[in-house]
């Protein structure tokens, strides 16, 4: 159309915009952790933030934008987390690297390397589950990815090399501190903009991916599948290339939490426990932000960590009557009346499919007067 | 031989309980299309009642495992209240896959309910008194005991009194014409609200025969139990055909086989994830499970 | 006639569902830039006949060319690719997608980005989605949706949905265009629409068409041909006046209306 030129202007002056946006943060973040108090409460956050970013991000692929519901995306993050780890350990063991001591470029590779390799076999093995799963109806595949990670959490606890008391015991925790990748607190103080990039650049992707053909043809899959086929989709082949894809981030986000990290064990990577580390906080995280919404789901992630990290840490639940107190221990119960009441009201989260969109809110009048978006 | 006919028993007496829960997931899932998940939590909402009810009982002079009809009743209320306040609604307004959230969202509150309690906790709690007949009995030649023997003899009573219920009662019938249509059943006058609220009742009321049977064996409830028994039985449902109640039967006696098999004759910590396995390997072959018929969507 | 070539054809096409036979020895030969009807009373087995067509049933015997190709058992995408594309009885649009959304996703098969180009939204991106865009509003215009491309399709009044749908079929870049009851459920004012919007894609694009309707009144009106069965069995074929006065035919719609009113 006539308007191409205006349109491709203002994308640029939103990109601009973006990036100064994204300098004035990071100037923030540098002037902040540069005071000791700070860094100590602000580091680990940031590490966290960005995995339970890139998790909610990524489930939002499959559950949001594809539309099918899977329970064992903790699963795929294990995956990423143990390869992560123990490959970094097999370098240690070869003498390669020392997390200590190592120079800042090795260490950064040995940190990408890793995990970018947790998410690869994340991936590959998402891929070899979905071809039969994905086969199925909505429903049962939920099962059956919940299913899923419970077999990989119980492989994962069965494997020898991984945990050291093998088979017998069943429970594997791979004691990594201080000889493997799990850097300590002075280190991921230091590389706290690996997260962070890491973060923004899978994030970006994601946006890249869903607002392209391969967005639109999942989109129209979860609406309606039959009809998809009947546009000339290959249905199949663009539901297992994003529950791969899925998959790939959740391993990243293992990856990272193998750095970030002293010791590993599987009941991290379950369904269910009473921590915020299992694959329900993630489904709850992105229904609330919204299924089909990636702005959504960032939203809910920090909105979500910050209000446990309170719940935890707050002096003001502190001072709150015993009884609530003892409702506050189980933050699970929370969110579980959380999720519920959300969906009772809002069945699509949130959000929505609704995104935030900076460009949307510079250009409002022009863009709806173009009519290039929806809404 | 007589070790594997042994195995056999325990296996059919775990598939009893894995059967009489799986109704409940079938027979829901048969008339409202929805994965259920709060069902495992109905058994430990009756694995608690019948903690807390033996000792009454029991002070009355009354058997142990009356106390099931207290469980039947609690249970039922937990399922309808589940039904009225969170599955009804979001029926109305949402899809498939936000009813089966909010499933999930039911059965974590539940659950984390259960653990906030102060008199409940999170930590397990033991039942000390003899639900069935204590001791061992030798059965033609296979020593096995009392409360394997009962959960196998009731459970058969209980599926066969459904049976029944489902094919001979005005009740029943409605209840599997909703499950053909909904919309041709209101036409016939037939309350679809009230027979899915009934479905409820019933298939809690057998969660709360299966959490009998649990405590018989195990004397222990935890607000965790019903996560696992339940996703298991369930995975009965499933692979013998959602929707069908001889496929829950079917599938629980077989999900109960190979958990003792595996676990007598493998490894017992890999019997939770071989179960899945089946599961998959038979859903490649019958998509519809072993009974089911695969009916395609309508276009 | 002779020299048109022949772009659908099948031969003793069967369907069984649960031992019934809901189609049987269903024969058609479709020339090129023909405007074919398939008419018969409800539950004759006509949309089984379009969903083996385009492989969302897999047919119990006989055989489907398209283009002299053999296509039986193609999974439907693929079929969409050699060049069959369809419309739904009960609408299926993408309802939360938006208008456009809904007719470039017919796009998709043709576009040859691929992930890199889509993450770093090459100059090649750039092209190809300004021409699918382009060319979706070519289809939107046909069907006088242009204006309403922003919208969500859910929202659009029914008459217009139907028309999304032939646009969103157009946009697969088809030899034949199977319409399912495309009038279904319209007034005469938007039957009469429809029924230019028909003509105005024929002389467009030089497709053919097979079409399903009880519309009698618009069968008569744009059919060169049509083909009526009952009870999965084809009980007459011809031009619409030798239909119109087949006693077979009569019977069978007459027969079907005497049990109504029974």
């Known amino acids: 159309m006539t308007d191409l030129r205006k349109k491709s202007l203002r994308g640029v002056i939103t990109n601009v915009i973006m990036v100064a946006l994204l300098i004035i943060v990071i100037y923030i973040l540098s002037v902040s952790l540069s005071d000791n108090n700070y860094r100590l409460k602000l580091v680990p956050i940031i590490w966290h933030l960005c995995i339970f970013i890139l998790l909610g991000t990524s489930l939002n692929l499959t559950m949001g934008f594809l539309g099918q519901l899977t329970l064992g995306h903790m699963g795929f993050m294990g995956i990423g987390a143990y390869t992560a780890a123990l490959s970094s350990l097999a370098l240690e063991r070869a003498g390669l690297f020392i997390a200590k001591t190592a120079p800042p470029l090795q260490l950064i590779g040995v940190m990408l390397g890793c995990s970018l390799l947790g998410a690869i076999v994340a991936g590959i093995i998402s891929l070899l589950m979905g071809i039969p799963a994905l086969r199925m109806r909505g ?37 990594l501190y201080q000889n493997g990748l799990g850097i300590n607190s002075r280190l991921q103080a230091q590389y706290v903009y690996f997260p962070i990039l890491l973060t923004i650049i899978c994030v970006a992707f994601m946006f890249m991916y869903t607002t392209s053909k391969y967005g639109r ?3 129209a899959i979860r609406e309606d599948e039959i009809a998809a086929n009947a546009s000339g989709i290959n249905a199949t082949y663009y539901k297992i290339l994003t529950f791969t894809i899925s998959a790939f981030f959740a391993g990243l986000a293992g990856g990272l939490y193998a750095i970030s990290t002293s010791s590993l064990t599987t009941g991290t990577f379950t369904f269910a426990n009473s921590s915020i580390w299992n694959s329900t906080f993630i489904v709850v995280m992105v229904v609330l932000g919204g299924m089909g919404s ?78 290039g978006e929806a809404k | 031989m007589t070790e594997f006919l042994q195995q056999v028993i ?26 259920n998940f709060a069902h495992g939590e109905f058994i430990m909402v009756g694995g608690y009642t019948l903690f807390f009810m033996i000792p009454v009982l029991m002070g009355f002079g009354l058997p142990a495992w009356t106390s099931v009809f207290a469980a039947i009743i609690i249970c039922a209320a937990v399922g309808v209240l589940a039904e009225l306040l969170a599955y009804r609604p979001v029926r109305k307004k949402g899809n498939r896959m936000t009813a089966l959230i909010t499933a999930i969202g039911v059965s974590l509150i539940l659950q984390n309910l259960a653990q906030a309690i102060p008199f409940i906790g999170p ?75 009934i479905t409820f009742i019933i298939g809690a009321g057998l969660a709360a025969v299966g959490a009998l049977m649990y405590c018989a064996q195990y004397r222990a409830v935890m607000t965790t139990m019903g996560s696992m028994l339940g996703l298991k039985a369930f995975v009965a449902a499933v692979l013998g055909g959602i929707g069908l109640i001889p496929g829950a039967m079917l599938g629980g006696m077989l999900i109960g086989l190979i958990e003792a098999l595996v676990t007598a004759y493998i490894s017992s910590s890999l019997a939770n994830a071989l179960v899945f396995v089946v599961l998959i390997l038979v859903l490649l072959v019958k998509p519809a499970g072993i009974m089911g018929r695969n009916v395609g969507e309508k276009v | 006639m002779s020299e048109r070539a022949i772009v659908l054809k099948t031969e003793k096409l069967g369907m069984m569902f649960g031992g019934l036979k809901a189609v049987n020895d269903f024969n058609i030969e479709i020339l090129e830039g023909e405007l074919v009807g398939l008419i018969g009373p409800n539950g004759s087995g006509k949309t089984t006949v379009f969903n083996m067509l385009t492989g969302l049933h897999i047919p119990f015997e006989g055989e489907i060319y398209l283009m002299g190709k053999r296509i039986t058992g193609m999974k439907t995408h693929k079929i969409i690719e050699q060049g069959i594309a369809r419309t739904f009885q009960n609408i299926r649009l993408f309802g939360e997608m938006s208008v ?53 399709a859910k929202s659009l009044p029914y008459g217009q949905q139907r028309k999304l749908e032939i646009a969103r079929a157009l946009a697969t870049d088809m030899k034949l265009l199977l319409l399912d009851e495309p009038a279904a459920g319209m007034n005469p004012t938007e039957t009469s629409e429809l029924i230019a919007c028909i003509y105005d894609i024929r002389k467009k694009f030089n497709i053919t068409i097979f079409l399903i309707e009880h519309d009698m009144s618009l069968v008569m009106k744009i059919c060169e041909r049509i083909q009526v069965i009952n009870f999965g069995n084809t009980i007459a074929h011809g031009f619409p006046n030798e239909i119109a006065h087949n006693p077979d035919v009569i019977e069978a719609y007459l027969g079907e209306e005497a049990v109504e009113n029974a």
């Open chain 1, 217 to 219: 043809a999942i989109k």
């Open chain 1, 294 to 371: 990636l702005t959504g789901s960032i939203i809910a992630a920090i909105g979500m960590y910050m209000l446990n990290y309170e719940i935890k840490n707050g002096a003001w639940v502190a001072a709150m009557p015993q009884f609530l107190q003892s409702i506050f221990a189980f933050p699970m119960l929370i969110y579980a009346f959380v999720l519920t009441i959300v969906i009772m009201f809002k069945p699509f989260g949130l959000m929505g499919t609704y995104e935030f969109s900076l460009r949307r809110l510079l250009f409002r009048k022009s863009e709806r007067a173009i009519g």
């Open chain 1, 139 to 175: 429903d049962y595949l939920a099962i059956v990815t919940l299913g899923f990670g419970l077999i990989i959490e119980n492989v994962i606890a069965n494997l020898p090399f991984a945990g050291g008391n093998g088979l017998a015991e069943g429970t594997a925790s791979a004691n």
């Open chain 2, 123 to 197: 930590n397990p709690k033991a039942i000390t008194q003899d639900i069935f007949q204590s001791g061992r009995i030798d059965l033609f030649g296979v020593n096995t005991n009392w409360t394997s023997i009962f959960t196998i003899i009731i459970a058969a009573f209980v599926m066969v009194g459904l049976q029944l219920f489902i094919h001979k009662t005005k009740i029943g019938r409605a209840m599997r014409a909703v499950s053909e249509n909904k919309a041709a059943s209101t036409l016939m006058g037939i309350n679809v609200n009230r027979t899915i609220v």
């Open chain 3, 100 to 152: 456009l959304e809904n007719v470039k996703t017919s796009f998709t098969k043709d576009v040859k980005y691929n992930l890199f180009d889509t993450m770093f939204r090459t100059p090649k991106y750039f092209q190809i989605e300004k021409d699918i865009e382009d060319k979706a509003m070519d289809c939107l215009r046909i069907v006088h949706l242009d204006d309403k491309a922003a919208f969500q």
């Open chain 2, 10 to 35: 325990i296996g059919l007496r775990i598939g009893s309980v894995y059967a009489l829960i799986a109704l409940g997931y079938t027979m829901v899932y048969g008339i409202i299309r929805l994965i």
